[in-house]
């Protein structure tokens, strides 16, 4: 049974720039892994996940995959063959255990993925792979016309996957879409980057009572993503 989202896998076209903006956003130095690897690619940790930022030859950066932590052998991850054509992969966390012990100046235990968005177009679809094949929690399935769709909650770790199915123009394949990250104090965060240089929209109220949010707008990657801080309560 899967018991955390390990490792969100970003793929881009250079690897340089990325790990530049991505550290003025997320602020704190990304390790790069050594040689004897085809990919280059760099990791930072956050509180409740790692981020692995990877060279690869794409167009334009975007969220490649998944690595999930369960109890498996093996050190090295293994892929999960899915209908879905996900990327998708399972190790037992060893790796990454650790790197967060080897590079404490390699976190921001600071900030968390809240939670990361996957559109499909078979919500049905995405049950039977992450809930039934794969053991995480669906936590919430609802209908949401307001939103777009039927959309799926799947929890683990402290980290939520929300998966839409839209309920017009369903996408021809499945891909990860967009990114929010949890600070504990947003207008101070907020401030920060905008001193960093990072443009962000006004905070605003957020969906779910007693939350606020911000949109940011530059050094993200081109991945749609927000800032959440949450209610007193999380």
């Given at each position: 049974m899967t018991s955390s989202f390990e490792r969100i896998v970003i793929a881009?076209?250079?690897?340089?720039?990325a790990v530049e903006a991505y550290e003025r956003l997320l602020g704190a130095r990304f390790w790069p892994l050594p040689g004897g690897r085809s990919e280059p690619r760099a990791w930072l940790g956050?509180?409740?996940?790692?981020?692995?930022?990877?060279?690869?030859?794409?167009?334009?950066?975007?969220?490649?995959?998944?690595?999930?932590?369960?109890?498996?052998?093996?050190?090295?991850?293994?892929?999960v063959e899915n209908t879905r054509r996900l990327e998708l992969?399972?190790?037992?966390?060893?790796?990454?255990?650790?790197?967060?012990?080897?590079h404490p100046e390699a976190q921001n235990l600071n900030l968390k993925v809240d939670h990361l968005v996957l559109r499909t177009a078979d919500a049905q679809a995405c049950i039977d792979l992450f809930s039934v094949g794969l053991g995480i929690?669906?936590?919430?399935?609802?209908?949401?016309?307001?939103?777009?769709?039927r959309m799926l909650f799947f929890r683990a770790g402290k980290l939520t996957l929300e998966v839409i199915e839209p309920a017009t123009d369903k996408p021809?394949?499945?891909?990860?879409?967009?990114?929010?990250?949890?600070?504990?104090?947003?207008?101070?965060?907020?401030?920060?980057?905008?001193?960093?240089?990072?443009?962000?929209?006004?905070?605003?109220?957020?969906?779910?009572p007693g939350t606020r949010v911000a949109t940011v707008k530059s050094?993200?990657?081109?991945?749609?993503?927000?800032?959440?801080?949450?209610?007193?309560?999380?």
């Amino acid at each position: 049974m899967t018991s955390s989202f390990e490792r969100i896998v970003i793929a881009v076209p250079d690897l340089a720039a990325a790990v530049e903006a991505y550290e003025r956003l997320l602020g704190a130095r990304f390790w790069p892994l050594p040689g004897g690897r085809s990919e280059p690619r760099a990791w930072l940790g956050l509180a409740n996940t790692v981020l692995e930022i990877r060279q690869q030859k794409v167009e334009c950066p975007g969220i490649v995959g998944l690595v999930l932590s369960a109890d498996t052998p093996s050190n090295n991850p293994v892929v999960v063959e899915n209908t879905r054509r996900l990327e998708l992969s399972i190790s037992n966390g060893c790796v990454t255990d650790n790197f967060r012990r080897e590079h404490p100046e390699a976190q921001n235990l600071n900030l968390k993925v809240d939670h990361l968005v996957l559109r499909t177009a078979d919500a049905q679809a995405c049950i039977d792979l992450f809930s039934v094949g794969l053991g995480i929690r669906l936590a919430l399935d609802k209908e949401a016309p307001q939103w777009g769709g039927r959309m799926l909650f799947f929890r683990a770790g402290k980290l939520t996957l929300e998966v839409i199915e839209p309920a017009t123009d369903k996408p021809e394949r499945d891909y990860f879409w967009g990114l929010a990250f949890q600070c504990p104090d947003i207008s101070a965060m907020a401030a920060s980057l905008s001193s960093n240089g990072v443009a962000l929209s006004d905070i605003r109220d957020g969906r779910k009572p007693g939350t606020r949010v911000a949109t940011v707008k530059s050094h993200t990657l081109g991945i749609p993503t927000l800032l959440i801080e949450p209610t007193a309560s999380v």
